[in-house]
T-cell receptor, first 109, second 111 residues
Framework: DVKVTQSSRYLVKRTGEKVFLECVQD?????MFWYRQDPGLGLRLIYF???????EKGDIPEGYSVSREKKERFSLILESASTNQTSMYLC????????FGPGTRLTVL | QKEVEQDPGPLSVPEGAIVSLNCTYS??????FMWYRQYSRKGPELLMY????GNKEDGRFTAQVDKSSKYISLFIRDSQPSDSATYLC???????????FGQGTRLTINP
């Protein structure tokens, strides 16, 4: 079974803090993705990576950056968290289709 | 107009009913079609995966793709309270790594 894990299930941060969300997959997948999910807006792609050290912007990259130093690990970074980044963050990896992690519910106060 | 349209519901049906969930899309290049199930406060899990047109059955679930109409469906037979979740459709073109998702339909099965 494919396993995608995320570092935290729930996270509370303050405005202006730097936030790191980590994702690890154990299936040697080339591609990894970060989404955010908000009520009424569905899943929106933030960034994705198709190889180590490679990244591409998704639909809503503003305010985020990513890092992929190892194939199995893909990190999402909020350089200076803001309240409008309160959301559910989902990581996924794929070969033929995407497999998701359990999600991190981030609250920015 | 969104590339993928999905009625967000909510949809509420009695236990044992047949449920029909649908998505329409506008991009004729889409070849791969998926249905994900997402329980509250969890990540989406892959339920069904089909390529091109036709039907695929897995237990109580049937996925149907009609490319001529740009319409996909998920049928749930003998629905159970444990089927209560949000169902997301997703699709992609040949060679594309990114998926395009519908907004999700929130389904409740009442005992």
């Amino acid at each position: 079974d494919v396993k995608v894990t995320q570092s935290s299930r729930y996270l509370v941060k303050r405005t202006g803090e730097k936030v790191f969300l980590e994702c690890v997959q154990d299936m040697d997948h080339e591609n990894m993705f970060w989404y955010r999910q908000d009520p009424g807006l569905g899943l929106r792609l933030i960034y994705f990576s198709y190889d180590v050290k490679m990244k591409e912007k998704g639909d809503i990259p503003e305010g985020y950056s990513v890092s992929r130093e190892k194939k199995e690990r893909f990190s999402l970074i909020l350089e200076s968290a803001s309240t409008n980044q309160t959301s559910m963050y989902l990581c996924a990896s794929n070969r033929d289709t995407q497999y998701f992690g359990p999600g991190t519910r981030l609250t920015v106060l | 107009q969104k590339e993928v349209e999905q009625d967000p519901g909510p949809l509420s049906v009695p236990e044992g009913a047949i449920v029909s969930l649908n998505c329409t899309y506008s991009n004729s290049a889409f070849q791969y079609f998926m249905w994900y199930r997402q329980y509250s406060r969890k990540g989406p899990e892959l339920l069904m995966y089909t390529y091109s047109s036709g039907n695929k059955e897995d237990g109580r679930f049937t996925a149907q793709v009609d490319k001529s109409s740009k319409y996909i469906s998920l049928f749930i037979r003998d629905s159970q309270p444990s089927d209560s979740a949000t169902y997301l459709c997703a699709m992609s073109a040949q060679g594309a790594q990114k998926l395009v998702f519908g907004q999700g339909t929130r389904l409740t099965i009442n005992p």
